[in-house]
């Protein structure tokens, strides 16, 4: 859709890329896929490789990021996306691919799938979105779950003796030879999405290389989970969340490289 | 069955190797493995041999990361190839699932080893179940295919990629850790014999002129999913035609043996040794298991007297064969476990047991 000009008088300088479908979204009011969404999308469409791109939906909330992302897309079983990634990518291996999974997918079930790849080297972009709890099945308790914090399966709190601790996989990640570029962002301020638009624009620049997985997390809030306002959960995010998982770079590539 | 391609010159290679060389020369653009006894000449041989023939050769960090690999390559429209054994299949039976679900072609093999659980590493049949009857979870089925010879290891290759690409569905070769690891003369199929062609719903990129292609078995409302479910029985409906089965000596036959793979080999020896000592045996191998070749063995119901199957398991494929026979007939069976190969001696005995009536 190309954008309409002079409304009312006014030109319109802001609107919906071609690259994301034109449709209401299943996300609960305030979580963050929806702007995740917009802006890999918008960069794609900012790129020109529509035509060239193949995305893996994971199983979670966004199991359903294919009714949203308008390129060709394969959605993958439980945390097997960057598997998937990978027999895409190999057959393929002109094309830009990336998967976009949450902290269920990407840290719990799929942990084995989600360190080989990077420790391949394997030349996609995985986006990790990481709220800390399953909100597709109801609030349940994650890999990133925060000690103390309640869910429908740490109902009193996460006890560390019993349920052990959160994982910050991303600092593994950032630990393994593969990884080219792995970087910490959010979404719930206007400088936060530029910052997170940038480190995925990069990580496609990055794929054009061919030199080694590029890894985005995006600390993001689950208002319906957390059960909390749109407005107290990016608050909660910043107060608790953030501590744990600080946004910023944990892996740049090495100097000269582009 | 279309076995009427082009092959090379004889030459002597062991089974897992004659499948590796044929599927190179079928074209296979990519295969994902990982190691397992008795089938990983595989991907060894894939390894020194596919790179340089432009075929992806993939080593994965689990069976459970290989198959979804395929899954993903075969989305994007590759051929794609796996093989494994017992544990290591039983390792891919949700990624084979949602293979079936999405309908992707691809070509298992299951280079059997006794089981259950870790098991032993001789050959075995003891797989027939999970891959006859589906193996996963929902209601799917595989095609499968059951050589006997390292020549079959090698023609079912090409028919597996045939039949898989033809009907948009996994296809299994169900072989054994004898059959892999036995060298035998092969006349294995000639460069290109099958030929590729890009599938209009593969994801490469979304061409400007057509919707985005989604690879999917998610399909939540349940009218939908019925819908997905009717469209795959019609498929498996619509592959009944494939069915095959070889028949030896059974024309005369009171005694009819039933046996797949690598026992329908020592049970053609049974039947000659029976017919020396004057008894009318004859032998029905099923080469297809799904679709099963359930009219053969209906046809020579009606004129023989009994059956005996003999299977390397429990007693598994003997459920279809009274199926097949459905009471017209005594059908017995005789099988060997945990990666005991029967000799045709022990089963002969079982022949003369049936067919020679205990004197008074």
């Given amino acids: 859709m190309e954008p309409k000009k002079n409304i009312d008088g006014m030109d319109l300088v802001y609107s919906r890329p071609d690259t994301l479908i034109d449709t209401a979204t299943h996300y609960c009011p305030g979580c963050g896929h929806g702007v995740a969404h917009r802006v890999i999308m918008e960069v794609i469409k900012e790129m020109n490789i529509q035509e060239q791109t193949i995305g893996v939906a994971p199983v979670g909330c966004s199991v359903f990021a294919y009714h949203y992302m308008n390129v060709d897309m394969q959605e993958a079983a439980h945390g097997r996306a960057t598997a998937v990634a990978t027999g895409i990518k190999r057959v393929l291996p002109d094309k830009f691919v990336y998967t976009y999974q949450g902290d269920g997918d990407l840290a719990a079930i799929g942990t084995s799938e989600t360190i080989h790849t990077v420790n391949r080297g394997e030349n996609i972009l995985i986006v990790f979105v990481n709220n800390g709890v399953y909100g597709m099945t109801g609030g349940q308790m994650a890999p990133t779950t925060l000690p103390g914090m309640k869910t429908t399966t740490s109902p009193f709190g996460r006890e560390i003796l019993t349920m052990g601790h959160p994982l910050n996989i991303t600092s593994l990640i950032a630990g393994l030879p593969g990884a080219l570029f792995v970087t910490r962002q959010s979404v719930h301020t206007p400088a936060a999405v530029r910052k997170f638009k940038k480190a995925v624009r990069q990580s496609f620049e990055y794929q054009k290389l061919n030199k080694g997985t590029c890894f985005v997390e995006v600390v993001s809030n689950c208002p319906s989970g957390w059960k909390m306002t749109p407005v107290e959960s990016n608050k909660w995010m910043e107060q608790n969340m953030f501590p744990m998982y600080p946004p910023g770079d944990l892996k740049l590539p090495p100097p000269g490289l582009n | ?360």
């Fill in chain 2, 1 to 360: 069955m279309k076995l009427d391609f082009p092959r090379s010159e004889p030459t002597l290679m062991k089974g897992n190797e004659a499948m590796a060389e044929a599927a190179l020369r079928v074209g296979m653009d990519g295969y994902f493995g990982y190691p397992i006894t008795p089938q990983s000449e595989v991907l060894e041989y894939l390894m020194i041999h596919g790179p340089k023939r432009g075929s992806v050769i993939l080593q994965a960090e689990s069976e459970v990361a290989a198959i979804n690999m395929v899954y993903g390559a075969a989305g994007a429209g590759a051929r794609v190839m796996i093989t494994s054994s017992s544990p290591g299949i039983s390792l891919m039976q949700e990624g084979l699932s949602y293979i079936a679900s999405a309908q992707l072609p691809c070509l298992v093999a299951n280079v059997q080893r006794g089981g259950p659980g870790l098991g032993t590493i001789q050959p075995a049949q003891s797989d027939y179940f999970q891959a006859v009857k589906g193996g996963g979870h929902g209601d799917y089925r595989l095609i499968v295919l059951a050589p006997s010879s390292v020549q079959e290891m090698s023609d079912f290759v090409v028919e597996g990629f045939r039949l898989a690409e033809e009907y948009r569905n996994p296809v299994m070769i169900l072989t054994d850790g004898a059959l892999g690891q036995m060298m035998e003369s092969v006349q294995l199929p000639e460069q290109g014999c099958l030929a590729k062609h890009v599938p209009s719903w593969a994801t490469r990129g979304k061409a400007p002129d057509r919707e985005r292609n989604i690879i999917t078995s998610l399909f939540i409302q349940p009218e939908k999913m019925e819908q997905i479910n009717l469209e795959l029985q019609a498929k498996y409906q619509r592959a009944q035609k494939e069915a095959a089965a070889e028949t030896f000596r059974t024309d005369d036959a009171e005694i009819v043996l039933v046996a797949f793979g690598l026992a329908s080999r020592i049970c053609q020896k049974v039947v000659d040794l029976a017919r020396e000592r004057g008894i009318a045996a004859g032998l029905i191998r099923p080469i297809t298991l799904f679709p099963y070749p359930t009219d053969v063995i209906a046809a020579i119901a009606e004129r023989t007297q009994r059956f005996l199957v003999v299977e390397m398991n429990a007693g598994q494929m003997v459920e279809d064969v009274r199926l097949a026979v459905n009471g017209k007939r005594p059908v017995d069976f005789k099988g060997r476990m945990g990666g005991i190969i029967p000799t045709p001696e022990e089963i002969l005995v079982e022949v003369e047991r049936l067919m020679v009536p205990a004197e008074v």
